[in-house]
């Protein structure tokens, strides 16, 4: 059922550190903000599952700013990489410890820095490896409790308000009930797209959402088919990240036959580029059947101990972790400028739905929660002044911004009596798509093979939009924006004929997905 139009200066879409930070920044400026999020428990946001810690630049910039460039294959953008080390220390400090406080680990009287990979020194704040919660939490806590910021949660966006290349809010869903939300400015900050392969570092849910509304709404979206892969997720039941920060205090990684392979790879060994590493990874485990993380060097349970409680709930035989790569950040999305503002007006979009630049073809590690931060905060910011600067506003919204009239935005009756078909049909359909983009837009990838999972993806999005014209779900909504952003990787893998960062083309081809066996 449909419930009457709602209005806010600022909505914000999604509650991880870009979006806590963007409404942060908005409730400061004296916006109304309203933020909201599918998630119904903390640990559904990227930002939770985060490890390693946040990068600062320890006073020195410009060093920071080289190993930003150098990760990314010299394809990072230069204004971005500016932008987020030039705000990087006073965003950590006035939000995370001053503002929030968080107690980053310590070694003395100073923080205690760790290093990972690509990284030039040790410069990363963390609580343990388990550094995404303890932010997320106290964050979250501190917006919901001190801010006037209005927080819902199990509430979905479906489609963002649009008319004539402005955005005028979204759809929302909660409860089974249908509205749209008018806004001044709109801030995407929906995460990453983890769900869209069958190995994955992020939370079941990130389904690209953010992503494919903007670009169904006729947004410009970037850099696609860099997705970058993490060489150390643990293989087997219940994986989960085993932090970079490990191999930072001197893990190694070894084969079957226990030789150590990296430091024959890249003059940096384990602690190379991450697109790197999940390579060489990837390549010794098909050489030679197994690839373990050796932590003998060092005093695991002491340094890690969040970390050392998952392996011994899963019987891991320490000091050796078998691990593969798996998928972690999006270093693509919605294109946005140096605050935040995407090509459609009063559009933003922050953290991992966007493409700032920064990352370019690969990310640095520990700089996600310090993007998420700065963007969040700057685009924030910039949007309250939009939404407060007298131009047209909400209540100038057409009826028909949502590309239909207003009080048509009723779900479609369901012609099945059952109401958990299309939640049936949600899983068969993402089995289909997790299955082409593991087999043919992983970590190499062929131009048959993509060809391939575009024909695969074009039919199964035709397939998708076909049964949701008379059936729908917040399931069926995951699933379009799963479809969406798929097909969109895989077609920009298929423009770029360059290796380069995370994306690799191969001569061989990788595992074959068969469009019609696909379709069983």
Known sequence: M??????????????GIAGLAAGLAADRAGADVTLVTKAERPESASTWWAQGGIAVTRNDPDQFAADIREASAGTADEAAVETLVEHADDAVRDVLVETVGIEFDTEGEGFDYGREAAHDEARILHVDAATGKHVHVP?????????????????????????????YGAVIERDGEWSPTFAGATILATGGIGALYPRSTNPDDATGDGIAMAALAGADVADMEYVQFHPTAYDGDRPFLVSEAVRGEGAVLRNADGERFMPDVHPDAELAPRDVVARAVKAEREATGEVVLDVSSLEFAGHFPELAEKCEERCVDLPH?????????????????????????????????????????????????????????????DAAGRAAS?????????????????????????????????DTFAREKFHRLRRVMGEQVGIERTPDGLGRAQAVLRRLKGEVDAYARTRTSRSLYELRSASVVSLLIARAASENEESVGCHYLVEEPTATADADADAD
Request: proline letters at 7%; aromatic letters at 2%.
């Open 321 to 381: 972790i078998p691990v593969a790569p798996a998928e972690h950040f999006l270093c693509g999305g919605v294109a946005v400028d140096d605050v935040g503002k995407s090509s459609l007006d009063r559009c933003y979009a922050v953290g991992e739905c966007a493409r700032t630049g920064v990352h370019g073809a690969n990310r640095l590690a520990s700089t996600s929660l310090l993007e998420g931060l700065v963007w969040g905060l700057r685009a924030g910011d």
């Open 390 to 422: 007298g131009e047209p506003s909400v209540a100038d919204a057409p009826e028909d911004a949502s590309g239909h009239e207003v009080e048509q935005i009723e779900p479609p009756e369901l012609l099945d009596r059952d109401p958990a078909l299309p």
């Open 139 to 167: 964050f979250l806590n501190h917006v919901a409790d001190e801010t006037d910021v209005t927080i819902l949660e199990d509430t979905a966006a479906l489609e963002l308000i649009r008319h004539e290349g402005r955005v």
């Open 2 to 15: 449909t419930v009457g139009p709602e209005e806010t200066d600022v909505l914000v879409v999604g509650a």
